[in-house]
């Protein structure tokens, strides 16, 4: 075999790809639980249409406090939900940021909206 037809990954190679991986994993790692807590905030606000009786924004309100306060949910509260009428229909919003410190003066900023009809 000559050396013009060796095929693999060169040492450069192999750390700069091992670099990009590490960097995509360390993203993740950050991001992760800020879109747990997302999903778990639709979750919440999801059933709390379903289970209220009277979809008026004092139950909506308490119930999702009541639901939020269980899930150990942070970013938002029972507060930030706004209740508005679409037609015959109810709609219950959240809105939040999360800002997420990386490396020195990096961050990454997430826009979540959980939205919820009925």
Known sequence: MTAGSERGLSMIGFLFTTAVIIVVALIAFRVGPSYIEYFTVQKALDQTM???????????????????????????????????????????????????????????????EARSTR
């Open 50 to 112: 379903q289970d209220v009786r009277d979809p008026t924004a004092a139950a909506i309100h308490s119930s999702m406090d009541r639901r939020l306060s269980a899930d150990y949910v942070d970013s938002v509260s029972a507060a930030d939900v706004v209740v508005t009428r679409e037609g015959n229909k109810i709609v219950a919003t959240m809105s939040w940021q999360k800002v997420l410190h990386m490396i020195g003066n990096a961050s990454i900023l997430l826009d979540f």
